[in-house]
C-alpha cells in the first residue's frame, strides 16, 4: 500500500424536484468525507447542459466542496464550449473533466461525428481549455477499451495525446477486472505515460441497470459477478450487501497494488460510496469535515 487515500465521486443533474432532493441528500452525506473534488455530468441537449450549469453554481455557493463540471465535443462549437469554460472560471471552477462525449443517439447505435465548428475529440478540447485559462483537467481511459477504438494499442496512444494536450489525470470507465485495470496501468507506464490513472469504482445499485451500462461502455461482467447477484431481482436488501462486499474487496485489491485515489460513480445514492470509503480508512468524524455543506 501507498500514501493516504484520496476519493473524488460523480453526480449527474437531476430531472425533476424528487430526484433533486435525493442528489443533495448523496452531497451532504458525502460531503464530509473531504473528496478531492466532485464532478457534474454534462449530456448533449441543450437542458441537460443547463442543468450542469445550475448544480455546479449551487454546489460552489453552498458547500466548501471543489467542483468538477464535465464538457463535451458534442452538439456545439469550438467557441460554445470554450465561453461555457470562461464562465466556470469567472465562478470559480478550477477543476474540469474534458471529454469527446458520446452523440445523443449513441444508444441506437450512432457513432460520433465531430460537431461543424466543433472539436473533434477529447485532445483537441484539452488544448483549447489550456488556452482559456489555467484549469486542472480529468480526462477519460478504458482499462477494457473504449467501444470506438482500434484496439488496445490504439487506446493508449489516444490517451497519451489527452495527456501531451494538458491533461493532469486520467479517470478510468468502471471496471469489474481489477487484473484489466492493472494491465492497462502497466501498459500506460511502459508508453511512458506519467499522469495518474484513477481507477474509476461503480457501487452496484441494480444488477440489470448495470449490464446495460456496460453494454454501451465496453465494460465485461465477469460471469463471477452475474452469479453473485442471481436471484436477488426481488431482494434489495441481500444486493445492497452483496454490492458492498464487491465493492470492498475490489478497492482493497487496488490498495494493494499500490493504488491512492479512487473516482466514484455514485449514481446520486449515498449509501454505498460511503461504505466503501469507510472501508478505505475515510472518516467524517472530524468536526471541520462537517462543514463542507452550509
Known amino acids: 500500500m501507498s500514501g493516504a487515500v484520496e476519493v ?10 424528487a430526484m ?4 443533495w441528500a448523496c452531497v451532504q452525506r458525502l460531503a464530509p468525507l473531504k473528496p478531492k ?9 441543450g437542458s441537460t447542459r443547463s442543468r450542469t450549469h445550475d448544480l455546479v453554481v449551487r454546489m460552489l455557493r453552498e458547500t466548501d466542496l471543489v467542483v468538477a463540471p464535465h464538457l463535451t465535443c458534442v452538439g456545439a462549437t469550438r467557441e460554445e464550449v470554450l465561453g461555457i469554460a470562461r464562465d466556470y472560471w469567472r465562478h470559480g471552477i478550477r477543476h474540469l473533466v474534458a471529454l469527446r462525449g458520446d452523440p445523443p443517439d449513441a444508444e441506437s447505435g450512432a457513432r460520433h461525428r ?12 484539452v488544448r483549447g481549455l489550456r ?26 496512444v489516444n490517451l497519451g495525446r489527452k495527456i501531451d494536450a494538458g491533461a493532469n489525470r486520467a479517470i478510468t470507465q468502471f471496471f469489474f477486472d481489477t487484473d484489466a485495470y492493472l494491465r492497462f496501468r502497466d501498459r500506460c ?3 511512458g505515460i506519467r499522469a495518474p490513472i484513477v481507477p474509476g469504482i461503480l457501487p452496484i445499485t441494480r444488477f440489470a441497470q448495470l449490464r446495460r451500462f456496460a453494454a454501451r461502455c465496453g465494460a465485461s461482467v465477469p460471469e463471477w459477478l452475474s452469479r453473485r447477484f442471481e436471484g436477488l431481482d426481488e431482494d434489495p436488501e441481500t444486493r445492497r450487501l452483496i454490492a458492498a462486499n464487491v465493492a470492498i474487496e475490489q478497492v482493497q485489491r487496488l490498495r494493494a497494488e499500490g493504488v491512492d485515489e479512487f473516482h ?11 461504505a466503501i470509503c469507510h472501508a478505505l480508512g475515510l472518516r467524517a468524524g472530524d468536526p ?6 452550509a
Open 8 to 17: 473524488s465521486f460523480e453526480f449527474f443533474p437531476p430531472n425533476d424536484a
Open 20 to 23: 433533486g432532493q435525493q442528489l
Open 37 to 45: 473534488f466532485v464532478s457534474v455530468t454534462y449530456g448533449a441537449d
Open 114 to 125: 465531430p460537431h461543424e465548428g466543433g472539436f473533434a475529440y477529447a485532445a483537441d478540447l
Open 131 to 156: 488556452e482559456v485559462a489555467a484549469f486542472e483537467i480529468s480526462v477519460a481511459a478504458y482499462p477494457e477499451g473504449h467501444p470506438e477504438s482500434a484496439g488496445a494499442a490504439a487506446d493508449i
Open 189 to 191: 507506464a511502459a508508453a
Open 264 to 274: 466514484f460513480y455514485t449514481l446520486n445514492r449515498a449509501e454505498l460510496t460511503y
Open 288 to 293: 471541520a469535515a462537517h462543514a463542507a455543506v
